[in-house]
């Protein structure tokens, strides 16, 4: 009987196998999944799992979906070599598994700087399940919180910490916050909104050491500021895990290196979610860390699985919760000339839309679920909204889509 193999049971993984069935797929599948428990929802982990009065639903599938689908749900099974001759994938050295199609799904895992006192205790990462209890539980007795990097996951936890009444302190090597993933105009209004809440931004300024006796005291910054620390959230991006593609002799570069049908240097086997560098953006290689990005990667591999062979080309979007606030973008803001604000009414929401030569690119929006859900209608079916559309106070976005 055909096989397919999916390594690692993520966001990614998890929809592969989901998606074959629900497209007839009738062969075998493998999910290998080197954490041991049912596969989970991360973005909860830097939200909802921090407070304790929020419900613990976590699980992305009820342990019955596997069975009822007939997918194998290899629990705490690290695959540790790929056999690309022979088309077997093995664990240790004991036991190996044939496969016909192979789906890289291993995701990325948490940055870890080289720096004096990254080892000592109260200093965490996060990114998976037991990481997020750590954090919960080092947060009960926290008082001084530094987190260090003003990325999406940075910025969320601090959002949560400054809310439980910590004294609060996000220190980035760069200018502003989400450099990468967020328009300066919309990076300004999360600092202000941070800010608003008693966090304290530093920026151009780098770690020099952790300082502590078995357990943090403090954070010295490369500029010479002693920042007093009980909890340290290091929150300084991710690193792809390419390893095992590598170690097989599969091209990476920053990610696994994909075509258009997220398909590897090699035939069969494919790449997908935050793992995947694929071509985007008129040809450049992007990876994206996004959970649409991994279940849209899923859907389109699956679909070459069973024969329906076509290009990935989703309109990426991506969400986060920080205090009050739910920010949604969809597109990617990259490369714009001009930014709109579009004020949605008087309860404070509001999206920025961005846009490059008129057309658009991106839109930001803040508690504004109908400019998100229409933006992405523009983006993906390419309705030519331009910026005088928006010069008009009347405009809604929901009727532009009609
Ligand atoms: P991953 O989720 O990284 O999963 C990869 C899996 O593969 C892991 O379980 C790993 O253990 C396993 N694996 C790796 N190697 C092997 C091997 N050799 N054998 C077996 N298994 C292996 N995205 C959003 O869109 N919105 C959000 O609000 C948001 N918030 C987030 C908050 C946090 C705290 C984190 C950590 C992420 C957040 N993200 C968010 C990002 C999102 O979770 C990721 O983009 C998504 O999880 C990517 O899915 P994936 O399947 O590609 O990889």
Known sequence: M???????????????????????YSGRIILAAEEPHLPYHRP??????????????????????????????????????IDLDKHVVRFGSEEAIGFDHLVLATGARARIPRIEGINLRNVLT??????????AASLTNAQDVVVLGAGMIGLEFAAVAARTGRRTTVIDATSRPLLRGLSPEMAQHLQQMHEANGVRFIFDDGIAAIEGNEAVTAVMTKSGQRIKADLVLVAVGVVPNVELAVAAGIEADNGIVVDTHLQTSHEGIYAIGDCAAFPANGGNRLRIESVQNATDHARTVAASIVGKRQPFNK??????????AKLQIAGLWNGYDQAILRPSSNDGSFA???????KLLCVEAINAPGDHVAARKILSDGLDLRPEHLADPSFDPKLFMR
């Open 315 to 324: 309109v990426p979007w991506f969400w986060s919760d920080q205090y009050d």
């Open 44 to 81: 909860p982990l830097s939200k909802a799992l921090l407070d304790p009065a929020q419900p613990d639903g976590l699980m992305l599938r009820p342990s019955a979906f596997y069975e009822q689908k007939d997918i194998t749900l290899r629990l705490g099974k690290r695959v540790d070599a």
């Open 352 to 358: 920025y839309y961005l846009f490059a030569n008129d």
């Open 2 to 24: 055909e096989t397919t193999v999916i390594i690692g049971a993520s966001h990614g993984g998890v929809q592969v196998a989901a998606s074959l069935r629900e497209m007839n």
């Open 126 to 135: 996060l990114r998976t399940l037991p990481d997020a209890k750590s954090l």
